[in-house]
Nanobody, 121 residues
Framework: QVQLVESGGGLAQAGGSLMLSCAAS????????MGWFRQAPGKEREFVGR????????AYADSVKGRFTISRDNVKNTVYLQMNSLKSEDTAVYYC??????????????WGQGTQVTVSS
């Protein structure tokens, strides 16, 4: 099993930056593709981005493309979300999740508890 803990959230001004971290324990994250999601109050959960097992490829939602960057350090067992040029609509609870990405489709089977990001206008 994998336990995921997000950190780095907080308050930022519009146009500012934050970096979120997702620390894993229990098993190396090298065996998983990792995703970031977010959920604003009263809204449905939204996909933010994904990084492959090796970190060789990434994908982003159109709403954050060019502003957010996902990276991973498999030695440190940590995944990161660098958020730049923040907008008020980025305000949400941000979650990381792990996907085994094996021959049997399972999706994201491990989830963190989330970290709050608030962007003031």
């Amino acid at each position: 099993q994998v336990q995921l803990v997000e950190s780095g959230g907080g308050l930022a001004q519009a146009g500012g930056s934050l970096m979120l971290s997702c620390a894993a324990s229990g098993r190396s994250v090298s065996g998983y593709a990792m995703g970031w999601f977010r959920q604003a109050p009263g809204k449905e959960r939204e996909f933010v981005g994904r990084i492959s097992k090796s970190g060789g490829s990434t994908a982003y939602a159109d709403s954050v493309k060019g502003r957010f960057t996902i990276s991973r350090d498999n030695v440190k067992n940590t995944v990161y979300l660098q958020m730049n040029s923040l907008k008020s609509e980025d305000t949400a609870v941000y979650y990381c999740a792990a996907d085994p990405s094996g021959p049997i489709p399972q999706g994201y089977i491990y989830w963190g508890q989330g970290t709050q990001v608030t962007v003031s206008s």
